[in-house]
């Protein structure tokens, strides 16, 4: 099967262009000047099918580097699955997620893995890759990270938040940090302190603050500085490269950028809720609402101008890249454990198919260029957790992974017409120019023109390279 996408402009991380894509089977074969002939004959008509990108955007497929399908969390479990999930994600033009499997204090790495891999194997629409999470550093999952390079796991978590469930205390970072430095593994942070969030936390809730809004309080941006900072700290002191997990305090950033200009292999994501929402207007609606978008890191003060910030890191580099951190919970039997008590709300807000029309706004705003949408969403994301070439990057020998997104196009976010499995949206009325035309995976077309042409077990598991970010 032989496709050209022919009339778009080309958009890649470093520049944009009219071009067409030849795509043969799963892969690109090559990009073409528009019009070109091969021994004298069009390419249109040697070819099975043409898509026609006139007046489009050709753009890598997304890559989302960090996802929670069907996640245990919070005494319940995130709600998308790898099939829907994985559906939504292709819906959204992302053509690549790299979800966390779990390891938890106790458990075998292994095993952790193995149940992870049993959890996507034949239901993902799209490909599919792992970071590790270490839920519990010990001298056993120390041994294991040694063979997590062989099972194409180059990328791994720790927790400075969560006491009791994902948590590790200093001793166990450091420990774990000197493992990953030894064997080129990158370390993601979610750092936030923990302990002392949980002091807060059990204050509030017993002077009777207990809406949603409070989970904000509690979990300060100088919880979230401190973190980032000892992370920092930690991760200079063992010469390990650090890559701190959704970031959404300024301050946090500050510290990233220090370490930066000092020249520290450090880099930081943030993720959409982060560049959109905020802690006055969606965790401090009236009632329960605020559940919706209990997530941690919490949505930071407006007033404080976090959200501005985040842009303005986008376009510095200051960070790196937007993943979603994609953790759905419905507010029906999930959100609503924590009635009463923000505590027992589970974390988490589903954003897996609006990444790329989210961060396409800040084309339309001018705060980013398109070039850098593309690598924000889909090139550095690639290099960072080793799969670039194959992915990220529209180019001969590249998986054809391929979104055409129409500028044109208009779209209102909605959970009566998303295809996450979730009982409403945190992104219900956003009105956003542009649309998902087409999305390609692996030379499959599995969206086009509003409707879906997927399946269940198309996607695959990909091994990862180490990153491409290790110095
Ligand atoms: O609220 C969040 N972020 N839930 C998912 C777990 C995590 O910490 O990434
Ligand atoms: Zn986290
Ligand atoms: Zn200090
Ligand atoms: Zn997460």
């Not at 002939?37 to 753009?59: C, F, M, N, Q, S």
């Not at 796991?153 to 994902?166: D, E, N, R, W």
């Not at 300024?250 to 000092?262: I, T």
């Not at 980013?368 to 960072?384: D, G, Q």
């Amino acid at each position: 099967m032989t496709t050209l996408i022919t009339g778009g402009t080309l958009v890649s991380a470093t520049g944009r262009g009219a071009a067409d894509v030849l795509v043969d089977g799963e892969r690109v074969a090559a990009v073409l000047a528009p019009g070109s002939t091969v021994l004298g004959v069009d390419l249109p008509a040697r070819v099975d099918r043409v898509i026609d990108a006139t007046g489009k955007y050709v753009i890598p497929g997304g890559v989302d580097a960090h996802t929670h399908m069907e996640l245990p969390f919070g005494g319940t479990a995130a709600s998308d699955t790898f099939e829907t999930g994985t559906r939504a994600a292709a819906w959204g033009g992302t053509t690549t997620i790299i979800d966390f499997a779990v390891q938890r204090a106790g458990e075998r790495v292994q095993d952790g893995l193995a149940a992870w891999h049993a959890k996507a194997a034949g239901n993902c629409a799209i490909d599919y890759a792992f970071h590790q999470i270490i839920g519990g550093v010990d001298d056993d999952s120390l041994k294991a990270m040694e063979g997590l390079v062989d099972e194409g796991i180059t990328s791994y978590k720790l927790f400075m938040a969560y006491p009791g469930v994902f948590y590790s205390d200093d001793a166990q970072i450091v420990r774990a940090m000197q493992k990953a430095a030894d064997l080129g593994l990158l370390t993601m942070m979610h750092a936030e302190n923990g302990p002392a969030i949980d002091v807060l936390a059990a204050q509030l809730v017993e002077a009777g603050k207990t809406a949603p809004y409070y989970h904000g309080v509690a979990r300060a941006w100088q919880l979230e500085e401190e973190a980032t900072h000892r992370a920092i700290m930690l991760a200079d002191l063992t010469r390990a490269p650090l890559y701190v997990v959704h970031v959404s305090a300024k301050q946090a950033v500050a510290q990233l950028a220090a370490a930066r200009d000092a020249g520290q292999n450090v880099f930081g994501e943030t993720c959409p809720q982060y560049l959109y929402l905020s802690l006055e207007e969606q965790l401090g609606a009236p009632g329960f609402e605020g559940a919706k978008w209990v997530c941690s890191t919490p949505l930071r003060s407006r007033a404080e101008g976090h959200q501005d910030h985040m842009w303005r890191a986008l376009r510095t580099n200051d960070l790196q890249m937007v993943s979603t951190d994609h953790c759905p919970f419905c507010m029906t039997g999930q959100k609503d454990l924590g009635l009463g008590d923000f505590r027992a709300i589970p974390n988490g807000i589903g954003s897996v198919e609006h990444r790329m029309d989210l961060l396409y706004q800040g084309v339309v705003t001018g705060q980013i260029t398109l070039e850098r949408w593309v690598e924000l969403t889909s090139t550095t994301p690639a290099r960072m957790f080793g799969l670039y070439g194959a992915k990220g990057v529209i180019a001969p020998g590249a998986d054809a992974d391929i979104v055409v997104y129409d500028p044109a196009g208009r779209t209102t976010i909605s959970a009566a017409t998303h295809h996450m499995s979730m009982d409403h949206s945190a992104w219900e009325g956003f009105e956003v120019d542009g649309a998902i035309d087409l999305v390609m995976s692996r030379g499959r077309v599995v969206v086009e023109g509003g409707a879906y042409h997927g399946r269940p077990g198309h996607g695959r598991y990909l091994k990862r390279g180490l990153s491409q970010y290790l110095v």
